[in-house]
């Protein structure tokens, strides 16, 4: 069974159509990589499949539930990190995530688990979310999808935002993930590192997907990048 | 859902006591709102007095603003109403928590309140059990709209504004209703408070039922 | 949902309209003609009794509007209806109008009677404030900015929420108006002669064919409005996917 099967999907933001008829089918294991342009419709495809946007047209199924029917059951099996953090100001650390495990119904003993993962100091676990830098809110925000072990991880630009050892702390979450059985969508700008880490390389723009490749058809990252993304060097945080 | 209810109801509460806005600018907008009454009407104790309900429970509405707002403006801080959605809570849960801890926050200013009147305005108190009960009942039905309109107008431009306009009218049957009940609580008043209560609690449970359903409405819509 | 697309008028007039103006002109005539000359004074009230046909039509249009409004917004919620989220934003419109006509007339017509402006007891008139009040925020929401479908949907749950709540206003200011204030009976009780009758009969008439005829121009203006901004959803689509082969992609 896919875990995402998507069909002449048409969702619109406003009476904007962000994305155009999109055709997808990604199964358990795979690490994909969305890329594309600025506002090719690439975060739109992440939150439609996270069950948060309604579809106008088409169908949809993530993890086996219809969207255009019950969309709250699928927001309860994904993890998804978008762009913000979802993250109190006033709380610490560790209050954060044991609301959100608490909220989530998981088991609040994995937390320190998980923000260990992320490399987020004990130091730190309770200091105030509002002290904390970019990066280090950006681990624990990841920290909070980290501890629901998802079977659908759905990450907008993970890596913005973190250091070196931080981006390699993302790039192995994802392949245990993937090894879990867990299936991994990415959105991201960092084609470097992340294209050697995926199974298959989606190209989004104008709404709809113009390339789907498999790295079994023989990719590189030497390859020129999909068609209408600018070549950029280093991390390019939209 | 009750569980959920409480759990968000923890947080939000968990959120105050550590930034403390109730405590360290609510209560003291509030002190301050009965001082500048005293000025106004020069005073004058019969007056005072007679005006104590009134005054009391306008004071609450203001607040009521406020701490509504500020249970909102939580939600909105990066993007926290959409986790809570992707966590799978209930929107009616999450409703039932917040307005629980709106009516907490209220109820603690309350009791600064009718100290506050009781020492400025010489008020007597009579009966208490009127006194808390319409407090109580009051407070759950202000909460439970203000709530709801607060969802609404969340993320909107010129939200603050908004806000009074939609809410005070709506509330209007509760400042009549609390404020004969504490004219009856303070023997002011020949009134029979406890039937007034009757009204506060029928106006209580018809907003939280509107709430419950509407509220989800809002989180997944807009 | 898509607004197929008319030909796009120039203005919203019609027969329908034209005729239904005329009437209300010629309406509004006999009415003045009437209620100034041939309707009897009132023993009480002397003249200002002639304000009863403005403000019980006035009146009454009010909440016909209010009660458009509160279908509308059921509808939006329930089936997603554009054509009853257009006409609940009409009528709130024009029933604040209409409801602001009935507060100015009642206030004016009290005068005499109460030697007030405002008489609290006149438990309809007060209710009445509390309604254009709503419909003030109701209108407020509209003119919100933002993604149209959520502006409807807050609109339309800001009517739900008024039309449940108009009923306890109206029967806690009962209450409090029976029980510590003396009620005043409403200026509109006692009974009415023929001739003010019938005048009062017309007003209501006439006031009834005004609201249609408003309500068609503003429904009409606002439908135009949204397919300004509609367009049709297949081009738009279309247009995105474009983007697409301008990136230099192969869609």
């Not at chain 3, 064919?209 to 408003?214: E, G, I, N, P, R």
Request: hydrophobic share 50%; aromatic share 8%.
């Amino acid at each position: 069974m896919p875990i995402v099967a998507l069909r002449g999907l048409v969702a619109l933001l406003g009476r904007f159509p962000a994305l155009a008829g999109v055709d997808l089918e990604v199964g358990a294991g795979e690490i994909v990589l969305v890329q594309g342009p600025n506002g090719a419709g690439k975060s739109t495809l992440l939150r439609v499949c996270a069950g948060l946007l309604r579809i106008e047209s088409g169908s949809a199924e993530v993890l086996g539930h219809d969207l255009s029917v019950d969309r709250a059951a699928v927001r309860r099996s994904v993890g998804l990190l978008g762009h913000d953090t979802a993250l109190y100001d006033d709380l610490s650390v560790e209050e954060n995530l044991r609301f959100w495990a608490r909220a989530s119904r998981v088991d609040e003993a994995a937390v320190p688990a998980a923000l260990d993962r992320l490399g987020v100091s004990p130091r730190l676990h309770d200091v105030a979310v509002r002290h904390l830098s970019a990066g280090q809110r950006r681990r624990t925000a990841l920290a909070a999808v980290v501890v629901r072990r998802p079977r659908l991880w759905l990450l907008d630009e993970p890596h913005a935002g973190l250091d070196q050892r931080g981006r390699d702390l993302i790039d192995q979450l994802i392949v245990d993930a993937a090894g879990d059985g867990a299936t991994v969508m990415l959105a991201s700008h960092e084609l470097d590192r992340t294209v050697d880490l995926a199974t298959r390389h989606l190209t989004v723009a104008g709404g709809t997907i113009t390339a789907d490749r498999r790295s079994d058809s023989g990719w590189s990252s030497s390859d020129e990048p999909g068609p209408g993304v600018t070549e950029q060097g280093g991390s390019d945080v939209s | 859902m009750f569980r959920d209810a409480r759990i968000v109801a923890a947080k939000d509460l968990q959120i105050e006591w550590r930034s403390r806005v109730t405590f360290s600018q609510v209560v003291p907008f509030a002190t301050l709102v009965l001082v500048l009454f005293g000025f106004a009407l020069d005073a004058n104790r019969p007056v005072l007095e007679r005006a104590t309900s009134g005054l009391f429970w306008i004071t609450v509405m203001f607040v009521s603003t406020l701490a509504v707002q500020r249970s909102t403006s939580i939600e909105t801080s990066d993007g926290a109403r959409r986790a809570l959605l992707l966590a799978g809570i209930e929107p009616a849960a999450v409703y039932a928590g917040k307005t629980a801890a709106v009516a907490v926050q209220l109820l603690l200013v309350q009791v600064v309140l009718v100290a506050g009147v009781v020492v400025l305005f010489g008020a007597e108190i009579e009966a208490w059990g009127l006194l808390i009960s319409t407090c109580v009942v009051a407070t759950v039905g202000i909460a439970g709209a203000g709530t709801l309109f607060g969802a609404l107008v969340a993320g909107v431009r010129a939200r603050e504004t908004v806000l009074p306009i939609l809410l005070l009218p709506v509330l209007a049957p509760v400042l009549i209703g609390a404020t004969r009940a504490f004219d009856d609580a303070f023997g002011s008043v020949a009134v029979d408070g406890w039937s007034w209560l009757g009204l506060l609690a029928g106006f209580g449970i018809i907003n939280l039922v509107l709430g419950s359903l509407s509220y989800g409405v809002l989180l997944e819509e807009t | 949902m898509t607004i197929p697309p008319t030909d796009v008028a120039a203005h919203t007039g019609s027969s329908t309209t034209r005729w239904l103006g005329l009437a209300v002109m010629a309406g509004v005539v006999t009415m003045f003609l009437l209620g100034f000359f041939v309707a009897p004074e009132d023993d009480l009230m002397a003249d200002s009794v002639r304000m009863i046909f403005v403000h019980v039509p006035s009146a009454i249009l009010t909440y016909v509007a209010f009660g458009v409004t509160a279908v509308g917004s059921l509808m939006w919620l329930w089936k997603r209806s554009v054509w009853w989220d257009i006409a609940a934003h009409a009528a709130a419109e024009i029933g604040v109008v209409f409801c602001g006509l009935t507060l100015v007339t009642g206030s004016i017509w009290g005068r005499p009677t109460w030697n007030t402006y405002w008489e609290w007891g006149d438990v309809r008139l007060v209710t009445t404030l509390i309604l254009f009040l709503m419909m003030v925020g109701y209108l407020a929401v509209r003119s919100m900015g933002g993604d149209e479908a959520a502006v409807s949907t807050r609109a339309a749950i800001v009517g739900l929420i008024a039309a449940v709540n108009l009923p306890i206003v109206n029967r806690s200011v009962e209450w409090w108006a029976d029980r510590t204030l003396h009620q005043q009976s409403s200026i509109t009780d006692g009974k009415l002669e023929d001739w003010t009758l019938f005048t009062m009969v017309l007003g209501i008439v006439v006031w009834a064919m005004f609201f249609l005829w408003a309500m068609l121009h503003r429904f009409r203006v606002g439908w135009l409005e949204r397919q300004l901004r509609v367009g049709d959803l297949d081009e738009a689509i279309a247009a995105r996917r474009a983007e697409a082969v301008d990136a230099g992609g192969d869609a």
